[in-house]
């Protein structure tokens, strides 16, 4: 894979083809868009950025094997489809398109760009940039967020959450690296794999579920309470 990265090749050669998906209605065409490189691997599958050619906007296509998947990891995946598509709000990450193999093995989520990473790896870019400085006053390269730069990120992940609550969906995961970045300086808030719709008749099973980030994991689910 990685030796073809930068070949022009579409959505369609990466999942081996799936011509009666293309045909169901509000589906993207793998045709209309251009691979550029692999951004991003898991055990589940790949993301990649894409550029869509009718009007060279840059996306992200995150495929998924479906088939490599326990029943279980196969329904958070298609959750987060779900949920991405119920979303319209600035601080989230745009649900662009989505489909999936009449087979039922490889699933395509197509997603805005966040063109400066995510907020876990600034950090990490910020402190070592800060611990190998020489000369700090001459030393342009970025420093620890700055408190009112922390307030309005802090604000931005708390509307988002706000309106996932208001929609009744629990994002479940929330950490830095799940936390996008726009180079305008607004969060978007993603990677909705853990989400669930809280819906009264699965609320017992939904509000007990222990899953997460270890060390971003709620004190409620660390002492195993509903949420």
């Given at each position: 894979?990685?030796?073809?990265?930068?070949?022009?090749?579409?959505?369609?050669?990466?999942?081996?083809?799936?011509?009666?998906?293309?045909?169901?209605?509000?589906?993207?065409?793998?045709?209309?868009?251009?691979?550029?490189?692999?951004?991003?691997?898991?055990?589940?599958?790949?993301?990649?950025?894409?550029n869509?050619?009718?009007?060279?906007?840059?996306?992200?296509?995150?495929?998924?094997?479906?088939?490599?998947?326990?029943?279980?990891?196969?329904?958070?995946?298609?959750?987060e489809?779900?949920?991405?598509?119920?979303?319209?709000?600035f601080?989230i990450?745009?649900?662009?398109?989505?489909?999936?193999?009449?087979?039922?093995?490889?699933?395509?989520?197509?997603?805005?760009?966040?063109?400066?990473g995510?907020?876990?790896?600034?950090?990490k870019?910020?402190?070592?940039?800060?611990?190998s400085?020489?000369?700090?006053?001459?030393?342009?390269?970025?420093?620890?967020?700055?408190?009112?730069?922390?307030?309005?990120?802090?604000?931005?992940?708390?509307?988002?959450?706000?309106?996932?609550?208001?929609?009744?969906?629990?994002?479940?995961?929330?950490?830095?690296?799940?936390?996008?970045?726009?180079?305008?300086?607004?969060?978007?808030?993603?990677?909705?794999?853990f989400?669930?719709?809280?819906?009264?008749?699965?609320?017992?099973?939904?509000?007990?579920?222990?899953?997460?980030?270890?060390?971003?994991?709620?004190?409620?689910?660390?002492?195993?309470?509903?949420?």
């Open positions: 894979m990685a030796t073809d990265q930068n070949r022009n090749f579409t959505v369609d050669d990466l999942v081996a083809a799936f011509p009666d998906a293309l045909n169901k209605r509000d589906s993207p065409d793998p045709k209309q868009y251009t691979v550029h490189r692999v951004v991003g691997c898991g055990v589940s599958g790949t993301a990649f950025l894409v869509r050619n009718s009007d060279n906007k840059n996306l992200i296509a995150k495929v998924t094997n479906l088939s490599s998947l326990s029943d279980k990891k196969q329904a958070y995946a298609r959750s489809v779900q949920c991405l598509r119920q979303c319209d709000h601080a990450i745009k649900h662009v398109g989505d489909l999936e193999t009449e087979k039922g093995d490889k699933l395509v989520l197509l997603m805005e760009l966040a063109d400066a995510d907020l876990g790896r600034q950090v870019h910020r402190a070592r940039a800060l611990q400085r020489t000369d700090p006053q001459n030393d342009n390269r970025p420093t620890y967020f700055r408190e009112h730069e922390v307030a309005f990120l802090f604000l931005q992940v708390v509307l988002a959450v706000h309106y996932l609550h208001r929609k009744a969906i629990l994002h479940r995961d929330i950490k830095s690296a799940n936390v996008f970045l726009m180079s305008v300086g607004i969060v978007k808030l993603g990677d909705l794999g989400s669930q719709v809280y819906e009264a008749t699965v609320s017992a099973e939904v509000g007990r579920t222990f899953c997460g980030t270890p060390y971003y994991l709620a004190p409620e689910l660390w002492r195993r309470h509903r949420y």
